[in-house]
């Protein structure tokens, strides 16, 4: 099992930028997801093993950057841009075995405990 620690997350005006960091007690292909009340949870972003190879969720491209520090087992999401239809619980996730599709939670093998993203108006 890969231990997950999400930090970064606070309060932004739209239009604002934010950075996710993930720390992992081991290395694996990653994602991040996000949550918002009421809704279900969705894809954000991926990134492989290596870092060479990355994926985004349609709403986000251009806008979002996935990256990982191999040396220090850390992911980051960096946010720019950020509209309140952004704010959630955005949490990262570790995918062990390739199974399935990495844009799905089912995907996907260790999760974080998430944090609160909020973006005012």
């Known amino acids: 099992q890969v231990q997950l620690v999400e930090s970064g997350g606070g309060l932004v005006q739209a239009g604002g930028s934010l950075r996710l960091s993930c720390a992992a007690s081991?290395?694996?292909?990653m994602g991040w997801f996000r949550q918002a009340p009421g809704k279900e949870r969705e894809f954000v972003a991926a990134?492989?093993?290596?870092?060479?190879?990355?994926d985004y969720a349609d709403g986000v491209k251009g806008r979002f950057t996935i990256s990982r520090d191999n040396a220090k087992n850390t992911v980051y999401l960096q946010m720019n841009s950020l509209k309140p239809e952004g704010a959630a619980v955005h949490y990262c996730?570790?995918?062990?075995?390739?199974?399935?599709?990495?844009?799905?939670?089912?995907?996907?093998?260790?999760w974080g405990q998430g944090t609160q993203v909020t973006v005012s108006y």
């Open positions: 990134i492989g093993w290596s870092g060479y190879v990355t």
């Open positions: 081991g290395r694996s292909a």
């Open positions: 996730a570790a995918r062990r075995y390739s199974r399935g599709n990495s844009t799905s939670g089912s995907g996907y093998d260790d």
